[in-house]
């Protein structure tokens, strides 16, 4: 199974501020089969990237994915109140599919 | 408008069964795979199970498999997860969620609001 890390735990930012995200594989995610979630309070998870650096439908540019191998990055540049919220990655290109712990990001 | 609604959750004892279910529409169902993502209270996000558009391809994560059973019925657009052998470990907002295509290997672009599964005695 592959183990993905997200760092930091939490990001406390202002809006106009830039986020950076961090997702480590145990071992080598296949074909960069990664994805991106963002979970708000109460509400399922919506995909925000998939193949590590594509937009999903709808997904601002201000959202950008990038990375390979081991090491993944999610992007939220000029954040605003509305992307306070859980990120998750997730690697579907395994037999046994995982997700990260998460990455809070709250907004000042 | 695409939609996916769990139905099946409740409150069960410690050793006994459940039968989540899943109903889809507004798109053509038999083209995609789909999974099921659970999340315990307060915590984060774990993949279950998972299953290719013709059933040729299932997969389970360790912690269910030999316990849980995912299947699909594409005639009538739904797809299941029985879930046997339940422990309290296993309390969690169940997600049905469709894959982008119709293989295993594909992110989710719609997810379910879940059905929540409470195991206690």
């Known amino acids: 199974e592959i183990v993905l890390t997200q760092s930091p735990g939490t990001l406390s930012l202002s809006p106009g501020e830039g986020a950076t995200l961090s997702c480590r594989a145990s071992?080598?995610?296949?074909?960069?089969?990664l994805a991106w979630y963002q979970q708000k309070p109460g509400q399922a998870p919506r995909l925000l990237i998939y193949?590590?650096?594509s937009r999903a439908t709808g997904i601002p540019d201000r959202f950008s994915g990038s990375g390979s191998g081991t090491d993944f990055t999610l992007t939220v540049s000029r954040l605003e109140p509305e992307d306070s919220a859980v990120y998750y990655c997730q690697q579907y290109g395994d037999s046994a599919l995982t997700f990260g712990g998460g990455t809070k990001v709250e907004i000042k | 408008e695409v939609q996916l609604v769990e139905s099946g959750g409740g409150l069960v004892q410690p050793g006994r069964s459940l039968r989540l279910s899943c109903a889809a529409s507004g798109f053509t169902f038999d083209d995609f795979g789909m999974h099921w993502v659970r999340q315990a209270p307060g915590k984060g996000l774990q993949w279950v199970a998972g299953?290719?558009?013709?059933?040729?391809?299932?997969g389970y994560a360790d912690s269910v498999k030999g316990r849980f059973t995912i299947s699909r019925d594409n005639a009538k657009n739904s797809l299941y997860l029985q879930m046997n052998s339940l422990r309290p470990e296993d309390t969690a907002l169940y997600y049905c969620?469709?894959?982008?295509?119709?293989?295993?290997?594909?992110?989710?672009?719609?997810w379910g609001q879940g059905t929540m599964v409470t195991v206690s005695s």
């Open positions: 193949g590590a650096s």
């Open positions: 299953i290719s558009w013709n059933s040729g391809s299932i």
């Open positions: 969620t469709k894959g982008s295509g119709g293989s295993y290997y594909d992110p989710f672009d719609i």
């Open positions: 071992q080598s995610v296949s074909n960069s089969y």
